[in-house]
């Protein structure tokens, strides 16, 4: 089996890089490496795995000719991980014209090449639920520590509008729409995953994207500041912190991807809302409660900023799509989940 994973340094595609090379696939990894801790992903999967069974390329996306030069090299390809691209609302406001290179041009070209030289490729695409919009629309109900949807009990599923807002959710949700009619028009086998929180280790979280790693890295400074006595600086979140997503480990989320190629001709052309569902959805002050409470805190020090603009209150999946087709479902409690990433995060310190 040959599998080409498109931004393979990153947190998503370390972890698909691992497992498929635990079990034997030739896995060819592609990144630009403009992330923080991409390279730290790759020098440990250098250390891991033979150079004979685990190839990096280092191309940006957006270059046309670099992506089908590593397509024509490694054709035929079993599976393509799409799961390269820009992924920080707060840094497509700022650089929307690379947002959009990485994101539009860059699925463009991945499509394409797979189309004309490894049609029988599986592509599954990460896709996000930012291409729902802000959700304004919904009605909500604001409780001590979260927001909920009482007009939807199981969560949010894919008959949802779409409706792209910041660049970041157009340029995502435009390369949804190619990676869709792709199978419709040309028929290549593809399927979209619209995630939710992804969490897990190998996640160089920042302060725009990976919540989860950040207020563990957060948490724990906090606690190694107060065994020494001295004041404890405060960080910021944006809004109330009663925003609510569904939390998913890497190790689920290695098992959709797994299921989607097992499955690769029934769920050709389907879009799935991915995420931990209800039962492991967590507002930013429920987090927080956890981490309290691993750590032994009385609480954690923070502020609050504004309210980030077309932030969703809450999002949370209804994955029962995924379960019906894929036969998939998470795993991994978000407590354990928390907990895990806590423990990986300690050794970043």
């Known amino acids: 089996m040959r599998v080409l994973i498109t931004g393979g340094c990153g947190f998503l595609g370390t972890n ?14 592609a990144d ?15 250390e891991q795995y033979d150079s004979k069974q685990l190839t990096f390329h280092q ?33 497509s406001l700022t650089n929307p014209r690379r947002d959009l290179q990485t994101n539009v041009l860059g699925t463009f070209n991945v499509l394409e090449a797979c189309r004309e030289l490894s049609p029988e490729a599986l592509v599954a695409y990460s896709s996000t639920n930012k291409v729902y919009g802000d959700l304004e629309w919904l009605r909500y109900e604001e409780g ?13 599923d894919e008959k949802l509008p779409l409706d792209f807002s910041t660049p970041y959710g157009c340029s995502k949700g435009a390369a949804d729409q190619y990676v869709r009619d792709w199978f419709r028009v040309y028929g290549l086998k593809t399927v979209v995953f619209r995630h939710s929180t992804i969490y897990g280790g190998r996640q160089f979280a920042s302060f725009d994207q990976g919540w989860i790693g950040w207020f563990c890295l957060k ?10 006595g001295q004041d404890v600086e405060p960080f910021t979140i944006a809004g109330t912190g009663r925003q609510v997503r569904d939390v998913l480990h890497a190790s689920d989320l290695i098992a959709l991807y797994q299921a989607a190629y097992d499955n690769r001709d029934s769920v ?22 956890l981490l309290c409470d691993f750590l032994d805190l009385p609480s954690l020090c923070f502020t609050h900023t504004p309210r980030r603009s077309s932030d969703q209150d809450f999002f949370v999946a209804d994955i029962g799509r995924a379960k019906n087709l894929l036969s998939w479902h998470p795993r991994t409690s978000a407590k354990d989940g928390v907990k895990a990433m806590l423990d990986w995060t300690k050794d970043l310190l």
Not at 72 to 81: A, G, L
Request: charged share 15%; hydrophobic share 45%.
């Open 16 to 29: 698909l890089a691992c497992h498929f090379l635990k079990n034997g696939a030739e896995v060819i990894v």
């Open 32 to 46: 630009a490496l403009f992330r923080n801790g991409s390279q730290l992903n790759l020098a440990w999967l250098q």
């Open 59 to 91: 191309i940006d996306i957006a270059d046309h000719e670099a992506v089908y030069s590593l397509f024509r090299r490694y054709s035929p390809i079993n599976y393509v991980c799409h799961v390269g691209g820009q992924v920080a609302m707060t840094t």
């Open 144 to 156: 001590p520590r979260r927001f909920n949807l009482p007009d939807f009990p199981h969560g949010l």
């Open 219 to 228: 948490a724990l400074e906090q606690q190694q500041v107060l065994a020494t």
């Open 268 to 289: 050709a052309g389907e879009v799935f809302n991915i995420g931990g569902g209800l039962e492991n959805s967590l507002s930013l002050l429920e987090l927080f409660d």
